[in-house]
């Protein structure tokens, strides 16, 4: 446990308003001061007042915690003005974005980081460890983005990056962090007197302007130096003893209580915690730190400088999340007897995540459980759920029976304007000197481009609490599963749609002609498949030229694309190791034998018609674009309104375009 609480909630003068005092770490702290989310929570909601005044001194610590405390003061009904008297990191940067108005002393500071953690445990549970903390940062961004009025995205950036991003008062103001800079107060007296800084290197409080070479701070809980304290002057031997052994008491007790916060590990540190209580030099922020060193002894940092352990509620959580999805039949997922949600309903993971957050679900009927679980700022029931669909969509997405990724290329874009794809001209062979032997002056060949641009596609599904309460899996865990397919199915019915275009000639390019046009030199000869047809097809394609015209590109056939009727044929000439059409041709060579290297038939082209592409990492033809290359489903949550539970958003962001037609060739079959 921490050593004692710093939240402090102080009346003002005028009974409608009161000042609240955040100046400790967020949640249970090994370095000394904390403010918990279960006891703020509850304090700040009983005061009745108008105006509210959060000041903030903190360095951060839990992220959970801080998130609870952030939305606890954005719930209440007050004005709320923040003050950050000294420093706001980490965490507890986004617990100031809750202010009505912000404010920030001009010697203070502001600094934002990525979650970072450790955690223990094979290879998969390691990357579960990892996605859960971009999830943590992905929550966050939205807060600092509604404070700011940045674009998610941005600020998003600040929390994947790796980096401690630190900012003055004017600079924070400049971003948009903060409405106001206020007259200062001491900021590296304030932040001495409450924190031992060690835990950011970068961060050095002696580099003040009005002290340019000031003493060193002393070790808490350390001996005092005689020659500190002239009061100790006339102290007799005996008096010094009583009171260095006094405060050697003090010490150890302070040390050994670090350890008594570790008491899973009392094996793990058994012999750290008897080498810092007989070192004298070591105090109880020492010991603390070298807990913290020895409990990440083997282990890698993810991400930032924010210490998070994973505590006992995101293993249960996950615990929760696995079960679900064993008991929903989910693939790969199976009924672990050791998990203690196994066989668990909907209901009965929702009055366990209500009660883990700290509130007695006696004397509750059915709904008030749900309701609870749904409302509670410490409840992770919807976390909990969002995990469960998020796995389940993302498989099915994985998991979906797609083609368009075999022919087309990928690529990414970073907004939704068009974006150009260039291609650049050669300039051909190098000349010969002209009479005067000089050298000739070469022509920079002009380039052509292709435009793509990507749009968002989604939908809204919701889950009410009678749906809990029946168990009703199928109405999130079915439907998500379901959107995942849909997703994928999306994607494909794109591609194939602007093939489709022209009347199966593709869509149009930068020169107002088809993909597929005799200008472009890309039709074959119609007629029924054969070794010649085929061989001819890698004829046309090979004459194919670059943007200039001066080189023969020499690109060969690798996939072949067409209806179900015509995917045998092709199968066969591949395959054959003679030519099939016998008539003639007795044990005559195949001379197309294993041209292509994938053979595409699908139900969503019909007739006759067939294309083959070169390899799209050669000569790509056809590009799918994703915004920011996520090429996944996104999975939103949203507490409902108008439903009486919560609803959950699905969207996915892609375009698909032809973006040059030298790399294939189309024939009408027969």
Not at 343 to 357: N, P, Q, T
Request: aromatic letters at 6%; proline letters at 4%; hydrophobic letters at 40%.
């Amino acid at each position: 446990m921490p050593t004692h609480s710093n939240f402090r909630i102080q009346a003002a003068a005028d009974p409608r308003s009161a000042e609240v005092f955040i100046y400790g770490d967020i949640g249970e702290s090994w370095w000394g001061d904390s403010v918990e989310a279960k006891t703020f929570v509850k304090e700040l909601a009983a005061l009745d007042v108008d105006t509210l005044t959060v000041r903030i001194m903190s360095h951060g610590g839990s992220v959970t915690d801080g998130i609870a405390i952030y939305n606890a003061i954005k719930r209440h009904p007050a004005t709320v003005t923040v003050e950050i008297d000294a420093i706001a990191a980490s965490i507890a940067s986004l617990i100031a974005m809750a202010g009505d108005s912000i404010r920030m002393a001009d010697n203070a500071l502001l600094m934002i980081h990525a979650p970072w953690g450790h955690s223990a445990g094979n290879s998969a549970e390691m990357r579960q460890f990892a996605d859960l903390l971009d999830t943590y940062a992905e929550a966050m961004s939205t807060s600092y983005a509604t404070a700011t009025g940045k674009e998610q995205a941005e600020i998003l950036s600040l929390l994947t990056d790796g980096e401690d991003h630190w900012y003055t008062a004017e600079e924070a103001l400049a971003e948009g962090f903060v409405h106001e800079v206020t007259a200062a107060m001491p900021l590296a007296a304030s932040l001495e007197k409450t924190f031992d800084l060690s835990r950011y290197p970068r961060f050095n409080t002696q580099a003040s302007a009005t002290h340019k070479e000031p003493a060193p701070m002393p070790k808490p809980n350390s001996p005092a130096e005689p020659s500190a304290h002239k009061e100790n002057a006339a102290e007799t031997p005996e008096q010094i003893t009583a009171r260095v052994r006094a405060q050697e008491k003090q010490r150890r007790a302070d040390v050994a209580a670090k350890f008594d916060m570790m008491s899973k590990h009392t094996e793990l540190l058994a012999t750290l915690r008897t080498e810092c209580l007989e070192d004298m030099d070591c105090t109880a922020a020492q010991a603390g730190e070298k807990i913290l060193a020895k409990l990440a002894e083997g282990a890698t940092p993810v991400m930032g400088n924010l210490f998070i352990v994973e505590e006992e509620a995101d293993r249960k959580r996950a615990a929760a999340v696995d079960a679900l999805l064993a008991r929903a039949g989910v693939p790969g997922y199976k009924v672990d007897a050791a998990n203690p949600y196994r066989g668990h309903k909907l209901l009965d993971l929702a009055r366990a995540s209500v009660e883990r957050g700290g509130v007695s679900c006696a004397g509750m009927d059915q709904l008030k459980v749900v309701a609870n679980a749904f409302t509670q700022s410490t409840s992770d029931f919807p976390l909990l759920l969002e995990e469960a669909m998020h796995k389940t969509l993302q498989q099915a997405y994985a998991t979906a029976s797609l083609t368009w990724s075999r022919f087309c290329a990928i690529g990414s874009v970073s907004d939704f304007r068009k974006h150009n794809r260039y291609r650049v001209g050669s300039l051909g062979n190098l000349d010969g000197l002209n009479e005067l032997g000089e050298f000739k002056n070469k022509a920079i060949p002009d380039g052509e481009k292709a435009s793509i641009s990507a749009a968002t596609v989604g939908n809204i599904i919701n889950l009410s609490r009678q749906a809990v309460i029946n168990d009703d899996l199928g109405a999130f865990i079915g439907l998500s599963n379901m959107l995942g397919r849909s997703a994928a199915r999306t994607i494909e019915a794109h591609v194939y749609a602007r093939l489709a275009e022209n009347n199966g000639m593709g869509p149009l390019l930068e020169d107002g002609k088809a993909l597929f046009h005799a200008d472009h030199g890309n039709i074959g000869g119609a007629g029924a498949l054969s070794v010649e047809l085929v061989d001819a097809i890698r004829i046309l394609m090979a004459k194919q030229k670059d943007v200039s015209g001066n080189n023969f590109l020499d690109l060969r056939p690798a996939i072949w694309l067409g209806p179900m009727g015509s995917g045998s044929t092709v199968r066969v000439l591949n395959g054959a190791e003679y030519d099939p059409e016998t008539a003639n041709k007795l044990h005559r060579p195949n001379v197309v034998r294993g041209l292509y290297r994938d053979i595409v038939d699908t139900p969503r082209l019909t007739g006759t018609r067939f294309y083959t592409f070169a390899d799209p990492a050669e000569a790509p033809v056809l590009e799918v674009a994703f915004l920011d290359g996520n090429q996944e489903p996104y999975l939103e949550q949203q507490q409902g309104f108008d439903v009486d539970g919560a609803r959950y958003k699905v969207r996915l962001d892609f375009g698909v375009g032809a973006i040059d037609y030298r790399g294939a060739v189309t024939n009408a079959g027969a």
